[in-house]
């Protein structure tokens, strides 16, 4: 039963999550979410608040904050801290919708960060490696 509900969420999208609970696809967030990446454009109130980071700027932050984890000696970051850490260090909004993913593991995964990133799920979630070629580079990529 709960493979039959997962396809019907993730594949088939006849359900999806609202507030936390399972809802009809066309009334749930899951729906918003998917719209909103294939607009490209932000889903949260939050993004009303502060810019949208650009490819560019989302790739410039994320080398930072991986290279601010090396130096502290960290060999990964939680996923779960990324927004957060992009609103209180550079006041910008990561959006994956923005960017055109729904899911901040699949925006992770995108080329433009395959030569200093990798995401893995690990025990705790999700978290963000930094490259073995990031880690060879001396400065900022």
């Known amino acids: 039963m709960c493979h039959i509900v997962q396809l019907a969420m993730s594949e088939k999208k006849l359900l999806g999550y609202l507030d936390g609970t399972i809802a009809p696809y066309e009334r749930s967030n899951s729906m918003v979410k998917d719209t909103a990446a294939e607009l490209c454009m932000g889903s949260s109130n939050t ?20 290279e601010s984890a090396v130096r502290k000696g960290k060999k990964q970051v939680p996923i779960s ?57 001396p400065a900022s990529i």
Not at 47 to 66: E, F, G, H, K, N
Not at 114 to 133: F, N
């Open 81 to 137: 801290t990324l927004k957060r850490l992009f609103r209180s260090r550079f006041h910008i909004e990561l959006s994956e919708t923005a960017l055109g993913h729904t899911k901040l593991s699949d925006l992770l995964q995108n080329e433009v960060f395959s030569d200093i990133c990798s995401v893995r799920l690990l025990e705790r979630g999700y978290v963000v490696l930094p490259s073995e070629q990031f880690l060879q580079q």
């Open 47 to 66: 993004s009303q608040q502060i810019p949208l980071a650009t490819w560019a700027s989302a790739r410039s932050c994320m080398v930072d904050v991986l």
